[in-house]
């Protein structure tokens, strides 16, 4: 089967830096994708890693360990904005994304 | 110049009754989905279709019918609601491709209460 891991929660500061960690189990596997979703508001992509290493888009990164099943989104110069979900999904056979049930992260000031 | 759109965004209704979901995206793309986000935002694909064909089916009770008159369309209809079916959901599309399905874009989704 197709299951991910990620925090319920997380809560930090204006400024701070963030870690989301993901680990995922999956029979196929063409890349691990990070999307954020305010209130109210659509999912939104917002990385993907297909390869292991770091890709970074300005103030958000993405980090893949294939061998480890594994992968974070880091979120630097936390801004208020940022309180949102985020969901980690991979693509685990063609067409079909398989998403995490989502991280609620608080950014206070 | 709404990349992917659904109407209606709200539908409160009655159990029982039937009701549809449009969705239109002008990205171009040739997969489109739907998906169920429950009141725990879990998100759920339900139906995947490549130009105009399906592609994956989840297991939905088959009061659910999408039906894609072209690839820029794919519409939802939901028979005999239930309070079960009360949920937001999603439209997204892709393009085609190996890969290309981890980048989605989703329309501002349903949302559905059934009362």
């Known amino acids: 089967g197709q299951s991910l891991e990620q925090p319920s929660e997380v809560t930090a500061v204006e400024g701070a830096i963030v870690q989301i960690n993901c680990t995922y189990q999956t029979s196929g596997f063409y890349g691990l994708s990070w999307y954020q979703q305010h209130d109210g508001g659509a999912p939104t992509f917002l990385s993907y890693n297909a390869l292991d290493g770091l890709e970074e888009t300005g103030r958000f990164s993405s980090f893949l360990s294939r061998s480890d099943s594994y992968g974070y989104l880091l979120l630097q110069e936390l801004q208020m904005k940022d309180s949102a979900s985020y969901f980690c999904a991979v693509a685990g056979g063609y067409n079909k994304l398989i998403f995490g049930a989502g991280t609620r992260l608080a950014v206070h000031p | 110049d709404t990349a992917v759109s659904q109407t209606p965004k709200y539908l409160v209704t009655q159990m029982g009754n039937d009701k549809s979901i449009k969705c239109e995206q002008n990205?171009?793309?040739?997969?489109m989905y739907w998906y169920k986000q429950d009141s725990k935002k879990f998100l759920k694909i339900m139906f995947s279709?490549?130009?105009?064909?399906?592609?994956i089916n989840e297991t939905v009770p088959n009061r659910f019918s999408p039906k894609s008159p072209d690839k820029a369309h794919l519409n939802l209809h939901i028979n005999s609601l239930e309070l079960g079916d009360s949920a937001v959901y999603f439209c997204?599309?892709?393009?085609?491709?190996?890969?290309?399905?981890?980048?989605?874009?989703f329309g501002p989704g349903t949302r559905l209460l059934v009362l």
């Open positions: 990205l171009g793309h040739d997969t």
């Open positions: 997204a599309s892709s393009q085609d491709g190996t890969g290309s399905v981890v980048t989605q874009y």
């Open positions: 279709y490549n130009n105009k064909e399906l592609i």
